[in-house]
């Protein structure tokens, strides 16, 4: 009965939203087993559990996963949690992005598109990424944080920025979009070894995930019953973020590959062909 | 009577202490719930039930870590305590690897004790482990040598001489690391929970944090003292049950 | 009778400090023994030689012509703070002395109760040893002793902690059960009518290091009076032994 | 020298184990790194010197946070130790604060001390100041009667009685509350480093972890223990000193 | 000379369980008095009322006519175990006694080292209590009582937990010293002969509840002989009262 369950991790963000839909309506997919979902607080304690095998897959930011690939862990991107959907969020006395210089701004992971977003974003302002001080935190203190004064700006998974907004603890700088569009973010990712010992486990599981996709952004029902969020605040997430196109561009790939190096955060992170393997996404749109 | 008088006086105190910074400090209500608005977040997890799932959670893994680290390190201590040369190898062991955070060893107890509720447990175990450990030897040590040279006179034999005198007359300095243990094992399983995981005391704090809900906060902290003291008067009365087989109170 | 313990010439030294020099003694079946002498004079170290707890330096300690080579049922040490186990009742101390030989619980029971009947603790079976006065705590530690059916009983010091009247009351106790049982006894002291008051042989130890001054045989029939004239004779006589003594120490005893 | 041989003895046995984990389990470097390049982390810390600030960093909340916590609770715990029906107050809330782990307090804290060092030390303080004051109050009330008789006969008046005879005939207790206590706060901080701040040798091992560099994670736990015991055996060393010059070492 | 301290009718009781009855006793200036009783008799709250430590539940205890309310440092009490402050030398021990009256500390170490020279410890001065034997131990409590230059010294059991030779020579110092400095004394104990070889006289107290049975002036001339027929005509006296005592408690007093 093990062998025919795919454990797979999350965060309870909106990113994570096609498991939720694929989780529910897994009858329909999956003939051979069964899905189970299993929730981290924090991104290093997935990366934890799915390093050292744990579980069988987890949708998980991006550049970390290329750097557990880096570091010799064999697991493979195949397809893209969702598109867009990164608010840079900023406290009342924030008001452009100069107004950042020397303040704390959170990220959930050095390791994640949204440290590439605000190194991005302080480039477009003509500042240092050393302008500003940048923390690590989990994507849920971050509203909080903000409110208690801790930070004074966050970039982060949804629904938190949506979350601050509500709360009416700080506003949207800018979109991701505006600072670098199509830009990865969160990746489906599954051990080398789930792909090889149970193809087929593996191929019902990416068309649930497929036509997941395609519910995500009106199937609010389902996003509720993962995420402790109010349906304002989601609804608001929802607007910024889409769930059509889930294939890994090759391009945005090796745009990413080139800032991840040239902040320096890999040495040598793995090539489109080495980490990407969106053949059964592909096959199930065919 | 006059125990119950002052804690009922204590918490007056507490409330009026509160309650005035409050009034002093002019904080905001979301900064710094009142008394009231607390009492209120404690009835709201007590009707919804919310609370219970949650205790029942943390009380399961503290006893599954706390009951599994005693008896390996009673059991290791006793042994220990009888060879000290084997113990002058190990201490140096033991010595490093006390200091050392339990929630530090995250990633090395994933990978092998897996995911879920385990790792709340093996951290409790760790920060049981040491203080009992430590204690069980020491006392062991100090069993009094007329007790060993009296066994040796009436030619008492190991394991007789091991569970019919060493261990009864290190009891007490072994009660003295449970109770120092428990304390340790409670405040590490609300860190633990705050840090990993989904469920429990600790996740609870952190998600009415998250939340913005420092009322809930205060509620959870208000069980968390509550129920770590109820354990702690617990292990006492076991202790003075067992001290009172062993005829150690008067 | 013959010797039951033979002490030839042993030394026992720790550390290369000598404690014992050259003792040559022997114990009789039946026979009240005791050893008197100044606090760390090696009467202690002598009491352990014999019961087997340390292995003399040099010579030989025999019992029944036989080497003693490690603590037996055989010898019973009666300890200073009585070494009583604190965890146990009265009833279940003297059963822990019988729980490796006697295997039947009820046999055991009937056994201890005999012995504590007759030290006279009936009454205080099951109580704890922190419950009893240190007479009664004694009392409970001869019983334990008595109860193996040992055929040396090694006291030390055993009524120091006692106050006077507890003593003198425990002393005629100890004469009672001793000629009862016809055990043979070996027991240090520093207290010069005590040890009158109880040996038929007392064993007079000097200091730096130890070694045995003089031998005296107590010929007074017994039951003895402490105030008779005869009892201080023998006082008397020990006294002066100890006086000349004291003064060719003085220097280094006071310090 | 026994002591240095038996420590080297320690660390060669933990090392093997360590080793034949590996080689026995088959972990990936990734999960379970080498001791060689565990050692080969330590040595690039420490030739970078990223090592030393961190420890810097760490060393000073523990000294600010502990050294506070120590002072103040002893003051306290004298005075309470003396005055039973205080005590008698003061006692059930402290019962009911002490199991809370001082990290969840940390919304309070951040409200009242601000961010940047202050969070880490004042958790150290939480973390120092329980089982200081406890030790403390219960040291006083366990001074010998006879001392203090014997300072009623010789008309010691305040506060020479409390500086001449209760504070150092209750230092031996109060010691091994300091003792325990530096211990706690020394895990405490570590842990609580790891949570919210963005220095120290908390933070250094959460940073490599997030990094995925389990080597450097072993590293920092190496360095943990090892200044956890160097602490510790200073802590010692202090007592000692107090001790001989009190004449309570023989 | 006139009574230093009258003690008239008083009766002591812890909670309704009366440990004193109706007491009536004088000490002169200068004498030497010992109480002398089995264990639990009252010698101990006897000596702790005298010495201000407990109020009387009823009737008058006062020193020179004035009723004793609290300690004070004219009557100081040595305690069983000493009473030696642990973290101080012997030096600071006895100038501890000195600091809450004079205030020059130079004049303090004078005082101090005159007392230490008086009980023959000058060789030990800088070493702290646990460093002594017990001998010397309770020479360094004499030397601060006595430093103090009180009117009166409480003594309770103070050679009790010394051995016999130890015990005989302490003994010895101590008459030195009180005549030397002419101090009155009140010793409590449970030997008899050293309460027969101190005493200018004993008062002998008889249990349940603690009362005065009799008072035995010792006439000996002093320095006494403790193997003199005249010394065992006292102990005998002594003696014989416990004996009737005894037969008279023998139920309870060995339970
Ligand atoms: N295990 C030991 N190691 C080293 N020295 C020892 C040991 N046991 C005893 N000694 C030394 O041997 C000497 C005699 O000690 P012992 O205890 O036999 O004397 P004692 O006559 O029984 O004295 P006391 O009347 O005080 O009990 C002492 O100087 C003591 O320090
Ligand atoms: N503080 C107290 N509270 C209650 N009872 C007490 C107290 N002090 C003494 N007693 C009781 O008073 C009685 C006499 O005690 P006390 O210590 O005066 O006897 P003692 O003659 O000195 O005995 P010992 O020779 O054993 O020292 C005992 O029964 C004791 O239990
Ligand atoms: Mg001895
Ligand atoms: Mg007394």
Redesign the pocket.
């Known amino acids: 009965a093990a062998d025919s369950t795919i454990k797979v991790g999350y965060l309870p963000i909106t990113h994570a939203a096609p498991l939720y839909i694929a989780n529910e309506n897994q009858e329909q997919f999956m003939q051979d087993g069964d899905i189970e979902l299993i929730r981290f607080g924090t991104w290093i304690d997935l990366m934890d559990a799915l390093n050292s095998g744990r579980i069988d897959g987890a949708s998980v930011l991006f550049p970390l996963a290329m750097k557990a690939h880096e570091k010799g862990i064999d697991i493979k991107a195949t397809a893209l949690g969702h598109e867009d959907g990164n608010a840079v969020i900023a406290g009342p006395n924030i008001e452009q992005v100069e107004d950042l210089k020397g303040e704390t701004v959170a990220i959930p992971h050095t390791l994640s598109t949204h440290n590439l977003l605000l190194d991005e974003m302080l480039e477009n302002a003509g500042m240092n990424y050393s302008d500003v001080n940048v923390v690590e935190m989990p994507p849920a203190e971050m509203p909080a944080a903000l409110s208690e004064g801790r930070i004074e700006s966050y970039i982060v998974a949804e629904p938190f920025g949506a979350i601050g907004v509500t709360l009416d603890v700080g506003h949207v700088l800018y979109q991701s979009n505006d600072l670098w569009p199509g830009c990865l973010c969160c990746a489906m990712v599954f051990r080398q070894s789930f792909l090889e010992d149970r193809p087929e486990l593996a191929k019902q599981f990416m068309e649930g995930y497929a036509h997941a996709g395609e519910h995500a952004e009106y199937d609010l029902d389902a996003h509720m019953n993962y995420l402790n969020v109010d349906e304002e605040a989601l609804a608001l997430s929802l607007e910024w973020i889409s769930y059509e196109n889930l294939n890994i561009n090759r391009e945005d790939y090796e745009y990413m590959r080139e800032r991840v190096l040239q902040l320096g955060l890999m040495e040598e992170p793995p090539t489109y062909d080495e980490f990407v393997d969106t053949s059964l996404l592909e096959e199930t749109q065919r | 009577m006059r125990k119950i008088l002052n804690v009922l006086i204590a918490f007056i105190v507490l409330i009026v202490i509160w309650q005035s910074v409050i009034w002093v400090g002019g904080y905001e209500e979301a900064l710094l719930p009142s008394p009231l608005s607390v009492a209120s977040g404690i009835v709201e997890m007590v009707i919804t039930g919310t609370i219970f799932e949650h205790i029942g959670i943390s009380l399961y893994r503290f006893f599954m870590g706390y009951g599994s680290a005693v008896i390996v390190a009673i059991v290791l201590g006793l042994i220990l305590g009888r060879s000290p040369k084997l113990w002058g190898i190990v201490d140096p062991i033991v010595q490093v690897l006390r200091p050392v955070a339990p929630v530090a060893w995250t990633p090395f107890i994933v990978l092998w004790f897996g995911i879920g509720n385990m790792p709340a447990i093996v951290i409790i175990f760790i920060a049981a482990f040491f203080p009992v450990l430590l204690a069980t030897v020491s006392a062991v040590k100090k069993v009094d040598n007329t007790y060993l040279k009296l066994a040796e006179n009436l030619e008492v034999k190991q394991p007789a001489l091991m569970y019919k005198v060493i261990l009864p007359a290190a009891f007490p300095g072994i009660a003295s690391g449970l109770h120092l243990a428990v304390g340790t094992a409670w405040i590490f399983l609300v860190a633990g929970e705050m840090v990993g995981a989904q469920s429990g005391l600790g996740y609870l704090i952190i998600d009415a944090r998250n939340a913005l809900d420092l009322d809930l906060v205060l509620a959870g902290i208000f069980f968390i003292g509550v129920l770590g003291l109820s354990i702690d008067k617990l292990l006492g009365l076991f202790e003075s049950w067992v001290g009172k087989q062993w005829g150690f109170n008067r | 009778m013959s010797a039951l313990v033979q002490v030839k010439e042993m030394s026992k030294s720790?550390?290369d400090?000598e404690?014992l020099s050259e003792i040559s003694l022997s114990i009789e079946k039946g026979e009240f023994v005791s050893i008197l002498?100044?606090?760390?004079?090696?009467?202690?170290?002598?009491l352990?030689v014999i019961g087997g707890f340390e292995a003399p330096t040099s010579g030989h300690v025999l019992m029944d012509q036989v080497p003693i080579e490690k603590p037996t049922r055989r010898a019973i040490m009666l300890f200073q703070h009585y070494g009583l186990l604190p965890w146990r009742t009265v009833k279940k101390n003297v059963e822990f002395a019988l729980e490796p030989t006697i295997s039947s619980a009820t046999e055991r029971t009937k056994r201890a109760n005999e012995y504590i009947q007759l030290v006279g603790l009936e009454g205080s079976a099951n109580q704890f040893p922190a419950e009893l006065s240190g007479g009664m705590q004694q009392r409970v530690a001869i019983a334990r002793a008595l109860a193996i059916q040992p055929e040396l009983i090694l006291m030390?010091?055993p009524f120091a902690a006692l106050d006077t009247f507890n003593r003198y009351y425990l002393q005629d106790e100890l004469l009672r059960i001793q000629q009862q049982e016809q055990t043979t006894v070996a027991l240090?002291t520093?207290d010069i009518d005590e040890a009158v008051y109880l040996s038929d042989r007392i064993i007079i130890?000097d200091r730096n290091p130890?070694r045995i001054k003089k031998t005296i045989a107590i010929t007074l029939p017994r039951p003895r009076d402490r105030s008779h004239g005869d009892f201080h004779y023998f006082r008397k006589l020990i006294f002066d032994t100890f006086h000349f003594g004291r003064n060719e120490l003085d220097s280094d005893y006071h310090i």
């Open positions: 720790f550390h400090n404690v002498g100044e606090s760390g004079c090696g009467k202690s170290t002598l352990n030390d010091e240090v520093h130890m130890g």
